[in-house]
């Protein structure tokens, strides 16, 4: 799946990836601390997901338990997101 796409899932459907193209155009080519600025928690933890990033995957744990007063590890955040690295061949935009 591709990086636009795969930040912008929103769930699956089978095979599928069901994508928020409105979301897609919004966090296209953001990093992951523009993301965080803007409020995309979900969208952040996903892109570090993506780049299998363990310090992007931090910086979003530690910028969302400020946030949130929370003690979370990076491990936990794309469960607290529900976020999956499936690898989708195909997508749904709605």
Excluded: C, H, W
């Excluded at 795969?6 to 601390?33: E, P, Q």
Aim: glycine letters at 6%.
């Amino acid at each position: 799946m591709k990086k636009n796409d795969f930040i912008s899932a929103i769930g699956y459907d089978g095979g599928s990836a069901v994508v928020d193209r409105v979301r897609r155009l919004n966090v296209s080519n953001k990093t992951v601390n523009q993301l965080l600025e803007a409020g995309l928690f979900r969208s952040a933890a996903a892109l570090a997901l993506y780049n299998t990033s363990a310090d992007e995957l931090k910086a979003v744990t530690d910028y969302y338990n400020n946030l949130a007063s929370a003690q979370y590890m990076p491990e936990q955040i794309s469960r607290i997101f529900g976020i999956s690295n499936t690898q989708s061949k195909k997508i749904v935009l709605l």
